[in-house]
């Protein structure tokens, strides 16, 4: 049974870099059949898919086109892990940030399971 | 960009009852449509994906169909865990709907 579990800090100030990370147990970061995704919830957007990272004999990244570069997602293979950096936060990045893994060895790809989520708020 | 609708925002319900959620795709996006349950202070939680699966473990009153533009949610006989907000997501895209919400009558 594949878990995910989240941490970084709560609180981040104006125009300083978030960074998260999501620990994988029951699965590897490197998988051929798996992306890692980082997705966000505010009341103001809903749901919002930030980023993924997978493994095709090379670490490979796709970005939302709304992050603007802001977005780095990385993985840790020797942790077993990723990570999101997220540059030049505002207060309009205040959201509950989670992890979540990607099935995407066959046609159908959906977000299971989710990390527990990290609340993130942007201010000084 | 597909834009992803859900009807209602939010409903009352009764234990037992039969619910339909409705959503609604922009333009086509065949089967490639997924639905997730979030109960107040926890992740999302898949239920449906390729907008008829079941996933593995989630009860079987909980039914998906559609197609192209139009998908529904049914939860057949409400159960009190079921009070939740329910996204659709669009599994290419990554959109998700903006949510509805069953609320106990």
């Known amino acids: 049974q594949v878990q995910l579990e989240q941490s970084g800090p709560g609180l981040v100030k104006p125009s300083q870099t978030l960074s998260l990370a999501c620990a994988i147990s029951?699965?590897?970061?490197?998988?051929?059949?798996?992306?890692w995704n980082w997705i966000r919830q505010s009341p103001s957007r809903g749901l919002e898919w930030l980023g993924r990272i997978y493994y095709r004999s090379r670490w490979i990244t796709d970005y939302a086109v709304f992050m603007n570069s802001r977005i780095i997602i990385k993985a840790d293979a020797s942790k077993n892990q990723f990570s999101l950096q997220l540059n030049s936060m505002t207060p309009d990045d205040t959201a509950v940030y989670y992890c979540?893994?990607?099935?995407?060895?066959?046609?159908?790809?959906?977000?299971?399971?989710w990390g527990q989520g990290t609340r993130v708020t942007v201010s000084s | 960009d597909i834009q992803m609708t859900q009807s209602p925002s939010s409903l009352a319900a009764s234990l037992g009852d039969r619910v339909t959620i409705t959503c609604r795709a922009s333009?086509?996006?065949?089967?490639?449509l997924n639905w997730y349950q979030q109960r107040p202070g926890e992740a999302p939680k898949l239920l449906i994906y390729?907008?008829?699966s079941l996933r593995s473990g989630v009860p079987s009153r909980f039914s998906g169909s559609g197609s192209g533009t139009d998908f529904t949610l049914t939860i057949s006989g409400l159960q009190p865990e079921d009070f939740a907000t329910y996204y659709c997501q669009q599994s290419y895209s990554k959109i998700f709907g903006p949510g509805t919400t069953v609320h106990i009558k």
């Open positions: 979540a893994r990607d099935d995407i060895s066959g046609s159908y790809n959906y977000f299971d399971p």
């Open positions: 029951g699965d590897s970061v490197s998988a051929y059949d798996a992306a």
């Open positions: 390729a907008a008829s």
């Open positions: 333009q086509s996006v065949a089967n490639y």
